[in-house]
């Protein structure tokens, strides 16, 4: 039994195929019977054991040790390589119950009815002469009439092709046991095998050739002879082609208002106007008739006090202005102030007579636009160094700030910096250019 097992592997994996004449190597429905010896020691052997060693010790059961018994198999191929296998297999054994069962050992052959569902997953399609496959599935079994069981099935096995689809198999199947009942053994079969009925390949007819017309590819009642655009449908007018979209807006020249521009059908085939001409066309803009800027949707930036003077770049929005002075009003002109009539006695923060009195202008203009604020910036000429002159600075822009504050201005409305000499405007090599340095400025905001 050992050179036979060896023998198939050897003959499976050394086959020599070539190619049978069918267009389909997909198994047709099948029927067979085949010849099968039941050896119900050598698994158990094994079990004790090990496969090597009763190889080795050439122990496996002898021919006479096994049962003979016929297997009725149905096939059927679900794909190329896979076929699906039910067989119904019986023969007359003594059955050796495991221990475990709680069944003693049969001592007569009683009749065992085994049912099997494989797989067989062949490792070369039907179109070879020889195909080794390997076999997986389950089965149950009846034993006398009474006891019943179930067992797995794994094994090998190789088809010779006949010719006309029919073959002859060989194979080497283990069943391992499931159920209690059950008992590890092995079969070995070789049988035959025939389709039930033979599976016909479509017949193809070839209809009669068309009779020859002219031709008109594109449908369009021109014939391609005559036809300049013969696989575009189009219109006589144009010689078979379509009527042309020059801007390739969608809608024809013949009924495009403007052909050479892209547009919608809204419009006729013209673009979505722009009536004020500010690039945001009319149904985006909520000012159609005023240009304006894309994120004010079309609307031109508010001027709140009127000005002129637009509200992003205006710092005093609800107080006319002037766009010198970004939209704040200028004290010099409406006012009659003079920054230069503003003085400091010299390395001092004291104001001077004459300054209090343009003072008073400021004052006037802060209480007349209550909603302006006053930043106050403080200079002086470059004598000494900065550490003297930027306090000094500082201290005759806060002069400026408690007199106002003293004239009953908010102190909120007032914010001081003070400069020392770093911003001159006249020439500090002159008396008259240093009494113009040592002054204060006034910067006006909203």
């Known amino acids: 039994m050992k050179k036979f097992l060896f023998s198939f592997i050897l003959f499976a994996f050394a086959a020599n195929s070539f ?9 047709n429905p099948s029927l067979g019977v085949s010849f ?13 054991s090990s496969l090597s060693d009763i190889m080795q010790k050439n122990q496996w059961a002898k021919m006479q040790e096994m049962t003979p018994g016929l297997t009725i198999q149905y096939l059927n191929g679900l794909t190329e390589n896979i076929d699906f296998a039910g067989s119904l297999s019986g023969t007359y054994t003594k059955y050796s119950f495991y221990p475990k069962s709680g069944v003693s050992p049969a001592v007569n052959s009683k009749f065992l009815l085994e049912a099997d569902a494989n797989v067989h997953l062949k490792l070369l399609t039907d ?14 079994s009846m034993y006398g009439g009474t006891y019943f069981a179930a067992q797995g099935n ?13 073959y002859v198999t060989s194979q080497f199947l283990f069943r391992p046991a499931i159920s209690m009942l059950a008992v590890n053994h092995l079969a070995y079969s070789i049988g035959i095998h ?23 590819t594109d449908g369009d009642g021109i014939l391609d002879k005559d036809d300049k655009c013969p696989t575009v449908a189009g219109i006589a007018k144009y010689q078979g082609c379509p009527v042309p979209d020059t801007d390739g807006d969608g809608i024809n020249d013949e009924q495009d208002k403007c052909p050479t521009v892209k547009g919608i059908a809204k419009y006729q085939g013209c673009p979505i106007p722009d009536t004020d001409g500010d690039g945001i066309n009319d149904e985006e803009d909520k000012c159609p008739t005023v240009a304006g800027v894309a994120r004010l949707q079309g609307c031109p930036i508010p001027d709140t006090d009127g000005d002129g003077v637009n509200d992003e770049e205006d710092k005093c929005i609800t107080v006319k202005g002037s766009a010198s002075n970004f939209g704040c009003p200028e004290l010099k002109e409406k006012y009659n102030f003079s920054y ?11 104001l001077t007579k004459p300054s209090k009195v343009e003072l008073n202008k400021v004052v006037v203009a802060l209480k007349e636009n209550p909603t302006l604020k006053v930043k106050i910036e403080g200079h002086t000429d470059n004598t000494g160094t900065d550490k003297i002159n930027i306090p000094l600075a500082i201290k005759r822009a806060g ?19 003070g400069f020392g000499s770093s911003k001159p405007i006249a020439d500090n090599s002159t008396p008259a250019g240093k009494a113009l340095n040592r002054r204060v400025e006034f910067r006006i905001q909203e």
């Open 154 to 166: 794994a094994g090998m096995g190789l088809q010779l092709a006949l010719g006309e689809k029919t």
């Open 36 to 48: 099968f010896l039941n050896d119900m020691h050598t698994a158990e052997k094994i079990s004790r």
């Open 399 to 417: 002069s400026v700030k408690t007199y106002f504050i003293g004239k009953k201005v908010a102190k909120e409305r007032l914010m001081t910096e």
């Open 19 to 27: 190619a049978q004449a069918p267009k389909s190597y997909k198994k």
């Open 340 to 350: 230069d009539k503003v003085k400091f006695v010299t390395g001092s923060a004291v």
């Open 127 to 140: 179109k070879h002469t020889l195909v080794p496959y390997l076999a997986f599935g389950v089965g149950a």
């Open 194 to 216: 025939s389709p039930l009925k033979e599976r016909k390949e479509p017949v193809l007819v070839t209809p009669p050739p068309p009779p020859v017309v002219e031709k008109d």
